[in-house]
C-alpha cells in the first residue's frame, strides 16, 4: 500500500550555526533563536528510535503494492493504468493531508498528532484488505496515505526539537535510511512472505502494526516541545509565507522531480523496467529492489555526514544537494543507455543518488523561523507527492500507449517514459542552478 531533512527549530540562529560550520553563515530572514534544547540524553534517543520506526511503518506502506502487483492484476484484473492509479491513491491521500498536517504538527506537536493520524491508516488498511474491488482498494490506498501523512514531517520537527542543528544533516540522513528499510522488506522478504500468505493476510498484519505503533507514540514517546498558540488565520498565513518564499521557489522544482520520479519507481514501476528491459526474472527483480533500500539507506547517511564535512570545508549545503540531485540524473542516463555495468552497480548508484532530495529539506528550512518549520516540511512534501502521484499514473497511462505481449511492455515504451522523465530534471536542475550563488549565500 503505499523525503526530508530539515534542521531544528533554531538552524536559523547565527550562534547556534556557528557551531556547526567552521566559517558561520548568516541568518535567514525572518528567522529566530529557538529555544534552550532539552536535556536529557535517554529522552533524546527514544525520540529518534520511536519517530523512525514510525517513518519506517509509512515506508511499508508506500511500497507494499510492488509485491501485490501481480496478485492484484490477476484477482481484480487491473491494468498497468489501473494499477498506477490505485497506487498513487496513496500519495494523493499522502499530499492532501499535507497542509492541514502541517497545521496540527505547530499547534499540537508531533507525538499527539502522529499517533491519532495512524488510526486512519489502520482504518485503511482494514478497507483495503477486505476490498471486493478497485472501489473500494482506492479508498483503503486514500485512507492510509492520510494516515501515514504526519510520519515524516512528525520526525523531523520532533528531531529539530530535541537535538542541536549541527547535528540535523547525519540524524535526519538516520531516519530516512531506517524508514529505508520498509523499502528493503517490499522487495525479497514480501516476495517470500507471499509465497506462504495472500496480500489480504499481510494488509491485516500491516492494520495490527499501525495499531501498535500508534500506541507506542502515544505511551511512549516523550512529549517533544510544547503545542503552539497560534489562530487559525495566523496559522494559514505562515503557510502563505512558506509557499511565496524565494528559496522555496527555487528548490521544489528540482526536489519534487527528484523525489517524486524515484518514489514512483522505487514503489511501483522498477519491477515491470526490469522484467521488460533488462530481462530480469521475478527473483532477481525482487533481490534488486531489496538492493535499491539498502543504498538509499546508505545514501541517506552518507549525504547527511558529508554535508557537514563539505560544509565546512567550504561546499554549501545548496550546492552540495544540487550535485546530488544532479547526479541522479545522471544515473538515469545511463541506465537508459544501457551503459554495461552490473545491475547491482547500477541499482545501487540508483538508490543513493535517488536520496539526495532529502537535502532540500535541510536547504529549506534554513530561511524560515522555528514557528514555521513544521509547515516548510509539509509543504515540500506536499508537492513531492503531487509529483509521485502525477508520475505513478502518468507513467501507467504512457506504457498502455504500446500493446502488451505476454503482460510484457515493449522496452522502447519504458525507456520513452524515462527520456521525458529525465528532461523534466534537466530543465529543474538548470532552474535550481541559477539561484546556487544567492542559496549558498544564505544557507
Known amino acids: 500500500m503505499t523525503s526530508a531533512n530539515p534542521a531544528s527549530s533554531s538552524a536559523t540562529s547565527a550562534a547556534t550555526a556557528a557551531t556547526a560550520v567552521a566559517a558561520p553563515p548568516a541568518p535567514a530572514a525572518g528567522s529566530r533563536p529557538g529555544p534552550a534544547l532539552p536535556r536529557d540524553a535517554g529522552a533524546r534517543w527514544r525520540v529518534l528510535c520511536i519517530f523512525s520506526l514510525g517513518f519506517l511503518v509509512s515506508y511499508v506502506y508506500r511500497g507494499v503494492n510492488l509485491g501485490f502487483a501481480p496478485h492484484l492484476i490477476r ?132 492494520a495490527g502494526l499501525t495499531l501498535g505503533m500508534a500506541a507506542l507514540l502515544w505511551f511512549a514517546a516523550p512529549e517533544a516541545g510544547g503545542a ?30 527528484n523525489q517524486g520520479i524515484f518514489l514512483s519507481v522505487q514503489t511501483l514501476w522498477v519491477g515491470a523496467f526490469l522484467r521488460d528491459v533488462a530481462g530480469q526474472s521475478p527473483g532477481q527483480s525482487a533481490r534488486l529492489v531489496s538492493v535499491i533500500g539498502f543504498a538509499m539507506m546508505g545514501g541517506c547517511v552518507c549525504a547527511g555526514w558529508a554535508a557537514r564535512h563539505l560544509e565546512r570545508a567550504g561546499l554549501s549545503l545548496y550546492a552540495f544537494a544540487g550535485l546530488g540531485m544532479s547526479g541522479f540524473i545522471v544515473v538515469q542516463c545511463l541506465i537508459i543507455a544501457g ?58 497511462m504512457v506504457l ?18 524515462w527520456g521525458g522523465l529525465v528532461a523534466l530534471q534537466v530543465a529543474a536542475a538548470a532552474w535550481y542552478a541559477l539561484g546556487r550563488e544567492r542559496g549558498a549565500r544564505a544557507a
Open 228 to 257: 503552539g498558540q497560534q489562530r487559525l488565520a495566523e496559522q494559514l498565513r505562515g503557510t502563505w509565507q512558506v509557499l511565496r518564499n524565494e528559496r522555496f521557489l527555487r528548490v521544489v522544482p528540482l526536489a519534487l522531480l
Open 339 to 396: 551503459v554495461p555495468l552490473t545491475p547491482v552497480l547500477m541499482w545501487s548508484a540508483y538508490g543513493v543518488f535517488g536520496s539526495s532530495g532529502i537535502l532540500a529539506y535541510a536547504v529549506l528550512a534554513r530561511g524560515f523561523p522555528d514557528a514555521l518549520i513544521g509547515r516548510a516540511t509539509t509543504a515540500l512534501t506536499l508537492a513531492v507527492f503531487l509529483a509521485t502521484f502525477a508520475c505513478q499514473v502518468g507513467v501507467g
Open 75 to 206: 484477482e481484480m484484473g487491473l491494468s498497468a493504468a489501473d494499477l498506477g492509479l490505485l497506487t498513487s491513491f496513496y500519495f494523493l491521500g499522502f499530499a492532501c493531508a499535507q497542509i492541514p498536517a502541517g497545521l496540527l504538527l505547530d499547534r499540537f506537536g508531533p507525538r499527539r498528532t502522529e499517533a491519532v493520524l495512524l488510526l486512519a491508516a489502520v482504518a485503511g488498511a482494514l478497507v483495503f484488505a477486505s476490498a471486493p474491488g478497485m472501489a473500494a482498494l482506492a479508498a483503503g490506498r486514500l485512507l492510509i496515505g492520510i494516515g501515514v501523512s504526519v510520519c515524516l514531517g512528525a520526525a523531523i520537527q520532533a528531531l529539530s526539537i530535541w537535538f542541536p542543528p549541527s547535528r540535523m544533516p547525519l540524524l535526519n540522513g538516520v531516519v530516512m535510511a531506517i524508514g529505508g528499510l520498509g523499502a528493503v522488506v517490499v522487495g525479497a522478504p514480501l516476495a517470500w512472505l507471499l509465497s506462504w500468505t495472500d496480500w489480504r493476510t499481510l494488509s491485516y498484519g500491516l
Open 400 to 417: 498502455d500507449l504500446w500493446p502488451v505481449a505476454d503482460g510484457r511492455y515493449p522496452a522502447r515504451a519504458h525507456l520513452v517514459v
